[in-house]
């Protein structure tokens, strides 16, 4: 029997978003944010059309899931204000029922002994700043530093751990190149724009809190550890480490070293998209790194050299034209979601932090697993027996052991998600949750299997097999 005991004073818990789970309902003051408006557009484009709306109805049942955290055994919890709950125009008049909100969700955590674990951003943007150009403008880079200030002094007191976004990278690409989020374009240019906007922005966060608060801010990344086809082959070695630049050292590298990666500038120059800068902005960035990471893994990225000559795959510019994708057979699939699962990638992203950037304190802070369908699996007392889940944490937390065994400064884990919620153009198809939400039935919550197995390896502190 092997025993995997973690570090002490290891963070369990969960990670969640406002946008996701809180709903919006009469009178709460929430201003319109990007999904509102896209799902009022164009409501086919959501999974059996269903909205934000309502999302998991958090808003209403957050006092009880206080508690459903405690039942799993949560010492912390993250997830995020809504820059339009609050400041419902993105700028100007603050509202009050949502301060009042905010304040009784971190005083509860707070009672009841979870950490609460804040993001000032996650994919949320007001429909009043996108009309001026959302993350492209700098006018919402000064918005967005006013917005996080305001939440700074609202809830520092008692808020030490803070992060300036959610996998900034998810804006960019879904919004600029892939087409997952709105606006819905295909144009490097501005994704590489909206990258560096955001990355100012969270520099800018980052000089503000240390200015003038006590705690900890870090950032939220989506790692996606990235494999060559053949590691003995020169070429596809290169492409898969220009994948890297594009998709996980663009914003590792600002973040934690202050500077953008030579081999990513030297391309974008390349391509003359350059974004609009000034010297000043570049100062500001080397001076306001990260206290610590958060690391989201879900899936590794496997690559292969071009097999056309290096050109335009599509009518634009695209991080492809730079290598290919490879799809390697025998590969553990999650079906659900299309991801494939590969438990030693976290022990990869690990030693990467800890032998690349200073083995700077991190923690991992979403991994989990999507499933469609979970009803299939409800026994005769009404729980859904997710044993897939369970082996999946099991999976990823020997290899988070090993690294941690080595010497990575990892602090803690916290799996995607608390309960069942809205993912974006998804929205309920895949549930990730350690509860179940019947929506059907205004949110009622039900406790997973692996809620159980949660509680007692945050109680053990880790797990025997
Ligand atoms: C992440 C994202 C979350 C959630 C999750 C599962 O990329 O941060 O908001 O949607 O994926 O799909």
């Given at each position: 029997m092997t025993v995997y005991r973690f570090p002490k004073d290891f963070f369990w818990g969960s990670a969640s978003s406002g946008p996701q789970t809180e709903g919006r309902f009469n009178n709460d003051g929430k201003g319109d944010n990007i999904w509102d408006y896209w799902y009022r557009q164009e409501p086919?484009?959501?999974f059996n059309q269903v909205g934000p709306d309502k999302a998991s109805y958090g808003y209403i049942h957050y006092k009880e899931d206080i508690q459903l955290m405690k039942k799993t055994g949560h010492n912390s919890f993250r997830t995020s204000i809504q820059w339009s709950r609050l400041i419902?125009?993105?700028?100007?008049?603050?509202?009050q029922k949502a301060v009042a909100f905010y304040n009784d969700f971190i005083d509860e955590l707070i009672a009841n002994g979870i950490e609460p674990f804040i993001n000032l951003y996650h994919f949320d943007m007001p429909v009043a700043l996108q009309e001026e150009g959302g993350w492209l403008s700098?006018?919402?880079i000064d918005a967005y530093v006013y917005f996080a200030q305001t939440c700074f002094?609202?809830?520092?007191?008692?808020v030490k751990y803070w992060f300036t976004h959610n996998e900034p990278i998810v804006p960019a690409e879904g919004g600029y190149l892939y087409q997952f989020h709105y606006p819905n374009e295909q144009n490097l240019k501005h994704a590489v724009q909206v990258a560096f906007n955001e990355a100012l922005a969270s520099a800018r966060a980052i000089e503000k809190y240390h200015q003038t608060q006590d705690g900890k801010i870090g950032i939220i990344l989506n790692v996606t550890p990235t494999y060559p086809r053949d590691k003995n082959n020169p070429e596809d070695v290169k492409a898969a480490s220009i994948a890297d630049a594009f998709f996980n050292r663009s914003f590792l590298d600002p973040a934690i070293k202050g500077q953008f990666p030579k081999d990513l500038v030297t391309i974008i120059k390349e391509l003359d998209m350059i974004p609009?800068?000034?010297a000043a902005d570049l100062e500001v960035i080397s001076k306001n790194t990260i206290d610590f990471l958060g690391v989201n893994y879900y899936q590794p990225r496997r690559v292969q050299a071009k097999e056309k000559a290096i050109g335009?795959?599509?009518n634009q510019p695209m991080p492809e034209d730079y290598f290919d994708y490879y799809d390697m057979p025998g590969k553990k699939m999650n079906p659900y979601r299309g991801w494939e699962i590969y438990e030693k990638g976290i022990y990869d992203i690990m030693i990467t932090i800890r032998d690349d950037y200073g083995n700077i304190p991190c923690f991992i802070s979403e991994n989990g697993m999507g499933v469609e369908g979970e009803e299939r699996y409800v026994n005769k007392d009404g729980q859904i027996e997710d044993?897939?889940?369970i082996e999946f944490i099991k999976g990823h937390l020997r290899y988070l052991h090993q690294a941690i065994e080595e010497g990575a400064n990892c602090l803690g884990y916290h799996l995607w998600t608390f309960m069942d919620n809205w993912s974006w153009t998804n929205a309920y198809k895949n549930r990730y949750g350690l509860?179940?939400?019947n929506l059907d039935k205004q949110g009622e919550r039900t406790i997973k299997k692996s809620g159980y197995f949660f509680k007692e390896l945050s109680k053990y502190n880790g797990f025997e097999d």
């Open positions: 086919d484009k959501f419902p125009d993105g700028v100007g008049s603050i509202n700098r006018k919402t002094q609202l809830f520092g007191d008692r609009h800068h000034t335009k795959t599509a044993d897939y889940r509860i179940a939400v």
